[in-house]
């Protein structure tokens, strides 16, 4: 019980082993990026390093989208992100393994018997989060094609209970981003010491909430509340196209499972049609507090309806997607 408590505020945890080979290495800064977090930063001599900040040891989610955008090789990864105690305990295997849909225990690589899946099963084994976009807009015929994509997802009683806000204005989008962040900020610089100590109040204070809030005091968003900052508030990477998803409240059974089905069809449709997608609920989240109401209008939300994701779209700036390694589930037979 004591050690529970004891890793409710920055719990120890143990993080992936991230490397670069220099010799490899352009110094093309895409790995520096693509991280979602600020989990790396550039040396003196423009080499990526990881690094961790405000008693966080390392700012890793174990992604490895780094790796995926890496186009010489140099980006490597070992290990997974583990918390051994506390509510944000992983419960997850530790064993970090590419993709194996034909059972082969890892006796040959991706590479070598990807042609044998479906167009479907790549799509989905080589589908990575995007944060590298081209300045090229994404025309109204291929974001319908995705929307279409999600109309035709299954959901409880054929409800459809989501509707669909799609902005291509890059200022409205800029603005979303600014409005969202000054609630972010303030809850990241809470949370977070830059000095990287555990005063006694914010240990006690997040210690209580996590026991009532769990997911919401998991420390690993603040590491990309710290990212957008330093890039300038950016948290939809300037990508040409956002799509807004809203539930509908009064759907039946879980709206919320319906809307997840829906957006996963049109991110999968997406990446089958060259584009690219990022999931984003980062500036989603302070919709939801009351000072947002009115710019919460502004952006056509009202009742029954209430945004509970989005995804950034747009053109990929050089290579993406790309089979990575992912840690396992744990998984229970009843035969």
Known sequence: MFDNWKQAYLPDSTFPDRRVDKELCSRCKRCYEACPTFGLDLDEEGYPVPIGYGGMEQACLNCWNCVAVCPT???????????????????????????????????????????????????IYERRSNRLFKKKPVPKELIKRVLEAGRFAPSAGNCQPYKFIVITNKNAIKTIEREAMKTLKFFKNLYHNKDGKKPAWKTALFTAL????????????????????????????????????????????????????????????????????????????????????????????????????????????GKIDAAVKRDSPMVDWIE
């Open 73 to 123: 090789g140099a980006m490597q990864m070992d290990g997974p992100y583990k918390v051994e105690q506390g509510p944000f305990k992983t419960q997850l295997q530790g064993a970090m393994a590419y993709p194996d849909p034909l059972g082969l225990d890892g006796t040959r690589p991706y590479e070598d018997f990807c042609e044998d899946l479906t167009p479907v099963e790549r799509t």
């Open 210 to 317: 996590s026991q009532v809030m769990v997911n919401e005091m998991d420390p690993r968003p603040y590491t990309a509340v710290e990212k957008a900052e330093r890039w300038d508030d950016a948290i939809y990477w300037d990508c040409p196209a956002m799509i807004m998803l809203l539930k509908n409240t009064h759907g039946i059974s879980n709206p919320d499972l319906d809307l997840g089905i829906c957006a996963q069809n049109m991110v999968l449709a997406a990446h089958s049609l060259g584009l690219g997608t990022c999931y984003i609920s980062l500036s989603i989240k302070p919709l939801h507090y009351p000072h947002m109401k009115s710019f919460k209008r502004k952006l056509g939300v009202t009742p029954p309806w209430e945004p509970v994701t989005s995804i950034a779209l747009g053109y990929p700036k």
